[in-house]
């Protein structure tokens, strides 16, 4: 047996031992490839589920894990992400459908007509008309939210039966607001002709149960390119002619005009600048006296409030009061006046330069009547000031009055049962009924200054105001004739027989320091 050389034996062990470790190693890396595919294999439905759940997230309810799944649990995870997304896209597509489309009158929402509107591409200008019914709060209080929704969705009805076989959108787009968008309108005269058409629409009663209600309407119109991307410019647009239209009392529509932006913007300041004032007591009180026709006699005043803007200057209330009425910014600013006239009035009295029966009267806003605690916070002034309740009148036009009926007979009656007395002012304005005038609580009419400005000229006035004074002297009530300006309206109304007088010709409203406190007797005309 030949023996091979030591040296030869161990290169033999050495190149064996060599392809034995590459042939390890290729097994190994053959076994891993083989295992990594098949893992990948086994995951590939999870790698689709994070994928379908990122779009998911992204918005993308109709993508679905179509991957085949070999194991049941990674299977079950696939279906369930399925099922979640396929719910999901149903209930999108049910909300998408409530956000377009109203669920009482089954028109176009504000969003629906948006949506409708921007994919519209007209060569030719177009009407965009928003209706908004009057007085439909009123409606929801007498007939309650029921026939309110009836009548809405009579209103529907016949907006939608005229816009049959037309192109044109009809939209509720607010509670009792109702949007037209109408193509073909090619010129201004077809434009106010469909917007006529349209509020004829409110021509015809409609019945509301047992009841034929008859209601009507005003418009805000925007006429020219009212589609595409300038929808929702057009429909801010419309809203401000509506406002204009139903601050209007004579126009039933109204086209938008720019110089409207720039009223709502400085309204927009206004109202800032207002919050302002109401935080740092900005306001200030005058005073109007009235007298006693028969003597002259100082016997009250009216307190009136004006803004003492560190910007403005000395605002009238005729440009701060209707921002103020709107934004409800009215109750924090008469309940400022009324504190602050109350404690003028008291120390007045103390230091014995208005008469102990002196009578304060302060101008009461509906809307501070309607609010909740304005009982409480009339009781918490009078209480502070320590003005006793038989000093203070209110006083509350007769036009809020008219529309706010329900007043009379709840707020009014709980102000008087204080010991406050109610004044009813600008009279002969509201064309309120003298039946409902006579059940209603109060103290003293003020007849409002048209009246009297003409009566030496008009007999026909003269005769309403000899009436009235004839119809408070039955009522045992107080009547006070406002705006005199010369001694002769001031004789007639004596001779008349009319108790008290406020106007230029006595004193114009001045600040407490500058309030006579003498007789007038020079400035009444000798008997």
Same mark, same amino acid.
């Given at each position: 047996?030949?023996? !091979? ?18 042939? #390890? ?30 779009? !998911? ?73 928003? $209706? ?36 044109? !959108? ?93 009223? #709502? ?12 004032? +109401? ?35 000395? +605002? ?45 009267? #302060?101008? !009461? ?26 000093? $203070? ?86 009547? #006070? ?47």
């Amino acid at each position: 047996m030949a023996a !091979l050389p030591d040296q030869l034996l161990l290169e033999s062990l050495l190149s064996q031992q060599e392809i034995s470790i590459y042939l #390890v190693i290729a097994i190994s890396v053959i076994g891993l490839v083989i295992v990594y595919l098949i893992i990948r294999q086994l995951t590939r439905p999870l790698r689709d589920t994070a994928e379908a759940a990122a779009k !998911l997230a992204s918005g993308n309810l109709t993508y679905r894990i179509n991957t085949p799944a070999n194991l049941r649990e990674i299977a079950i995870l696939k279906d369930a992400f399925n099922n979640m997304s396929g719910k999901m896209q149903e209930s999108f597509n049910r909300l998408r459908q409530q956000v377009r489309q109203d669920n009482l009158t089954q028109l176009y929402t504000r969003e629906g007509l948006i949506e409708q509107a921007a994919g519209l591409r007209y060569r030719s200008p177009n009407t965009l008309a928003i $209706l908004g019914v009057n007085g439909f709060r009123d409606i929801n209080d007498s007939l309650g939210q029921d026939g309110g929704d009836v009548l809405l969705c009579a209103i529907a009805q016949r907006l939608t039966d005229l816009a049959d076989g037309s192109s044109m !959108l009809i939209a509720r787009v607010r509670g009792d607001e109702f949007a037209v968008l109408a193509p073909h309108t090619t010129n201004r005269t077809q434009s106010e002709a469909l917007v006529s058409q349209l509020l004829s629409l409110f021509n015809r009663p409609v019945t509301i149960g047992n009841d034929d209600v008859l209601v009507d309407a005003c418009a805000g119109v925007v006429f020219g390119y009212t589609y595409g991307d300038a929808i929702h410019e057009s429909l801010q647009h419309a809203g401000l002619a509506l406002s204009e239209a139903k601050r209007s009392d004579a126009a039933m529509y109204v086209y938008f005009e720019a110089s409207m932006q720039a009223r #709502v913007q400085e309204q927009s300041r206004l109202l800032l600048e207002l919050h302002h004032a +109401v935080q740092h007591h900005e306001f200030v009180v005058f005073y109007q006296p009235f007298v006693r026709l028969s003597d002259g006699y100082f016997c009250g005043a009216e307190a009136l409030v004006r803004w003492e803007s560190p910007s403005r200057g000395m +605002v009238s209330p005729a440009e701060f009061i209707p921002v103020a009425e709107q934004s409800g910014l009215i109750n924090q600013i008469g309940m400022q006046v009324l504190e602050q006239a109350a404690f003028d009035t008291v120390a007045q009295i103390e230091a014995g330069r208005w008469p102990a029966h002196f009578q304060l009267h #302060v101008n !009461l806003s509906a809307r501070q009547l309607l609010s909740a605690d304005f009982i409480d916070k009339l009781e918490q002034v009078l209480t502070r000031t320590q003005l006793p309740p038989e000093n $203070l009148t209110l006083e509350i036009t007769e036009s809020q009055l008219m529309s706010h009926e329900h007043l009379a007979t709840s707020g009014l009656t709980k102000i008087r049962a204080l010991g406050i007395k109610i004044a009813i002012d600008d009279f002969g304005t509201g064309y309120s009924s003298l039946a409902y005038l006579h059940q209603m609580a109060f103290d003293s009419l003020k007849i409002d200054r048209s009246f009297v400005h003409s009566m030496t000229e008009n007999s026909t006035n003269q005769r309403i105001i000899e009436a009235v004074v004839a119809m408070t002297r039955g009522m045992d009530v107080h009547l #006070v004739a406002e705006g005199i300006e010369t001694k002769e309206e001031a004789a007639r109304l004596r001779e008349i027989g009319c108790h008290y007088a406020q106007g230029f010709l006595f004193a114009r409203p001045l600040p407490l320091a500058e309030q006579p406190t003498e007789r007038v007797t020079d400035k009444l005309p000798t008997r």
